[in-house]
T-cell receptor, first 114, second 116 residues
Framework: AQSVTQLGSHVSVSEGALVLLRCNYSSSVPPYLFWYVQYPNQGLQLLLKYTSAATLVKGINGFEAEFKKSETSFHLTKPSAHMSDAAEYFCAVGAGGSNYKLTFGKGTLLTVNP | NAGVTQTPKFRVLKTGQSMTLLCAQDMNHEYMYWYRQDPGMGLRLIHYSVGEGTTAKGEVPDGYNVSRLKKQNFLLGLESAAPSQTSVYFC???????????????FGEGSRLTVL
């Protein structure tokens, strides 16, 4: 079975500061990993995904994530937060076999303070 | 670009009433999903479909039924609504090249359901 743990349900940063959102996964097979973002009253949209091609994945809006197999982590970072980054972020894992679905974490709400 | 369209966007029901949520996608995706989102719980999979005419249970299927008679549509039904089904429901579709778990999911804007 696969699972995702997002550390911290709420992260608050100042505008211009580093954003770090943590995600750890559990999977018995090589996983596909995703980060999605949800703005208020909207559906989720893909930020980036890891599919084994490269361990450092660049996404939209300046976000990137690094796959670390030894730590079973896929943390999301952005060097400098912008007010428009305020949203909820979800990490998700897909691990194949007969498991035709993604498993989502519980989400991390990012607040950006001026 | 329509993408994934959910109807209705808002609905208030009384306990015991029935209703159907409709999801339509225009991207010719094989895979479609229904999730519910509740505060602090993330997204939980209700039912999903890996192709026209097929459906399968997800994590929280009780009290819901689904149908996928046409490739572009995925219906979620509540036969007898309960207050515990008050939630925001999201439909998603995808077309992962190596299976449903491998590709991007495209989400609708959500349907907010309140059961009194």
């Amino acid at each position: 079975a696969q699972s995702v743990t997002q550390l911290g349900s709420h992260v608050s940063v100042s505008e211009g500061a580093l954003v770090l959102l943590r995600c750890n996964y559990s999977s018995s097979v090589p996983p596909y990993l995703f980060w999605y973002v949800q703005y208020p009253n909207q559906g989720l949209q893909l930020l980036l995904k890891y599919t084994s091609a490269a361990t450092l994945v660049k996404g939209i809006n300046g976000f990137e994530a690094e796959f670390k197999k030894s730590e079973t982590s896929f943390h999301l970072t952005k060097p400098s937060a912008h007010m428009s980054d305020a949203a909820e972020y979800f990490c998700a894992v897909g691990a194949g076999g007969s498991n035709y679905k993604l498993t989502f974490g519980k989400g991390t709400l990012l607040t950006v303070n001026p | 670009n329509a993408g994934v369209t959910q109807t209705p966007k808002f609905r208030v029901l009384k306990t015991g009433q029935s209703m159907t949520l409709l999801c339509a996608q225009d991207m010719n995706h094989e895979y479609m999903y229904w999730y519910r989102q509740d505060p602090g719980m993330g997204l939980r999979l209700i039912h999903y479909s890996v192709g026209e005419g097929t459906t399968a249970k997800g994590e929280v299927p009780d009290g819901y039924n689904v149908s996928r008679l046409k490739k572009q549509n995925f219906l979620l039904g509540l036969e007898s609504a309960a207050p515990s089904q008050t939630s925001v429901y999201f439909c998603a579709s995808g077309a992962g090249a190596r299976g449903p778990h491998t590709g991007e999911l495209f989400f609708g804007e959500g349907s907010r359901l309140t059961v009194l």
